[in-house]
């Protein structure tokens, strides 16, 4: 295949009896899993040498997987002239501080006003192609509901300078968060692998089936009886990784319908969630860069309310 970039990737001791997709996930970490599929399904994938397009296909360790990666192709997403607030910009990446309530990337049910539609209007051709699509490159993703800060990669260089760091565990992420019930401690580390939740596809879940390293980091700020502010610190970067940690030690976020009880007597829908910290390593000039985000209005206005509540 002309122009298709050729990754190899060999199977451990650990990845034993996985899936082919899940194997690849885990490897190829900056590509995503449904893409993955999709080589698979064409064709583009070999194990020891023979094609393989079976995605649920069992490896074993010491196999070697080839992977093709197709030429990018434009992405068919419209750019629309949507406010960024934008932290910091060069000509590698940019830091933005994304409003609750904005989606990351299309998707069915949201095709558009997402953060790529903004970034495409405001990148205009400096754009990065991971995942096989020039696209801005959103290195990591927050939810709908989470509001703050996010590094985008605006060429490939970039990107895999900042995928690299995530996935060396050297990116600084902090986030504020209330959620429900007391602690009896005023910090502590929770280490409990996150995989896809069976008996809802929409959900993650604390597992130990086709799952990811996942360690949270968290510390008591502020006590209210009911509710609690912690500061929560990523070491991992799994998909709803806070949520789904605090509710394993039964502290769900308030608001959080997927997660907890859902109801918020405060007046508003979702996770209260904010990443208000981010640091890494330019790939360009090796210098550590660390930004932060305030708590939004929404945010202190929930605390408003708790500390009366609390009173």
């Not at 934008?86 to 998707?107: F, Q």
């Not at 996770?271 to 708590?295: C, D, I, K, R």
Request: aromatic fraction near 6%.
């Amino acid at each position: 295949m002309t122009g298709a970039e050729r990754h190899i990737v060999r199977i451990g001791k650990e990845e034993e009896g996985a899936r082919l997709d899940a194997a690849l996930s885990l490897a190829l970490s900056d590509t995503s899993r449904s893409y993955l599929q999709k080589l698979i399904a064409d064709g583009n994938v070999c194990i020891d040498g023979a094609v393989c397009t079976v995605k649920k296909t069992p490896v074993k360790e010491g196999q070697t997987i080839e992977v093709l990666l197709p030429p990018a192709v434009s992405l068919t997403v419209e750019a629309q002239n949507i406010p960024l607030d934008i932290v910091y910009e060069d000509d590698d990446l940019l830091v933005v501080d994304k409003p609750r309530g904005m989606v990351v990337h299309p998707a069915p049910g949201n095709p558009d006003g997402t953060l790529v539609n903004a970034l495409l209007w405001h990148c205009g051709d400096s754009l990065s192609s991971i995942n096989g699509v020039i696209r801005p490159g959103i290195v990591h993703r927050i939810d709908k509901d989470t509001s703050g800060l996010l590094m985008v990669a605006k060429n490939d260089k970039a990107h895999m300078s900042l995928s690299e760091q995530l996935a060396a565990h050297t990116i600084t992420r902090r986030y504020r968060a209330v959620v429900l019930n007391n602690f009896k401690e005023d910090e502590g580390t929770v280490d409990a692998p996150i995989g896809r939740d069976e008996g809802m596809r929409l959900r993650q879940a604390v597992t130990e089936k086709h799952a990811r390293h996942a360690v949270t980091h968290y510390k008591v700020l502020e006590r209210f009886g009911k509710y609690t502010l912690i500061e929560a610190r990523l070491e991992t970067g799994r998909t709803h990784q806070i949520r789904v940690h605090m509710a394993y030690i039964h502290h769900p976020l308030l608001g959080d319908d997927l997660y907890g009880r859902g109801k918020n007597p405060f007046g508003i829908s979702g996770q209260v969630l904010h990443a208000g910290v981010l640091g890494f390593v330019h790939p360009a000039t090796g210098e550590y860069m660390e930004f932060t985000s305030p708590l939004p209005a929404y945010f202190e206005e929930v605390l408003r309310k708790i500390r009366l509540q609390a009173k």
